[in-house]
């Protein structure tokens, strides 16, 4: 059973940055996409980023232009870089390896989340 351990939250000032890290327990080549997610108290679950074998990404309309996702295979470590972040940021954050099909939706019965990590953006 593949782990997921993310890692890099905590409390930062609007405008600041914070860089998370995912990190599997064994090798998740096999997967084709890794993603973040975000749950804000009160809130459903959303996709934030999403990266898929061959480049593609995905990112939510409330965080294009400041946050980037990227994928180390050889390290089996996704990484979520966060720039000038707004308190409406303020969530748990998990880390999801899947199977993904072109339009960023997960197929199969292969999916692993994190514990999440909370990030928490003060104004």
């Known amino acids: 059973q593949v782990q997921l351990q993310e890692s890099g939250g905590g409390l930062v000032q609007a405008g600041g940055s914070l860089r998370l890290s995912c990190v599997a327990s064994e090798s998740i080549f096999h997967l084709s996409g890794m993603g973040w997610y975000r749950q804000a108290p009160g809130k459903q679950r959303e996709a934030v980023a999403i990266?898929?074998?061959?480049?593609?990404?995905f990112y939510a309309d409330s965080v294009k232009g400041r946050f980037t996702i990227s994928r180390d295979d050889g390290e089996n470590t996704a990484y979520l870089e966060m720039n000038d972040v707004r308190p409406e940021d303020t969530a748990v954050y998990y880390c999801?390896?899947?199977?993904?099909?072109?339009?960023?939706?997960?197929?199969?019965?292969?999916?692993?989340w994190g514990q999440g990590t909370q990030v928490t953006v003060s104004s």
């Open positions: 999801n390896a899947a199977n993904y099909w072109s339009d960023f939706t997960i197929f199969g019965d292969t999916s692993y």
């Open positions: 990266v898929i074998r061959g480049g593609n990404t």
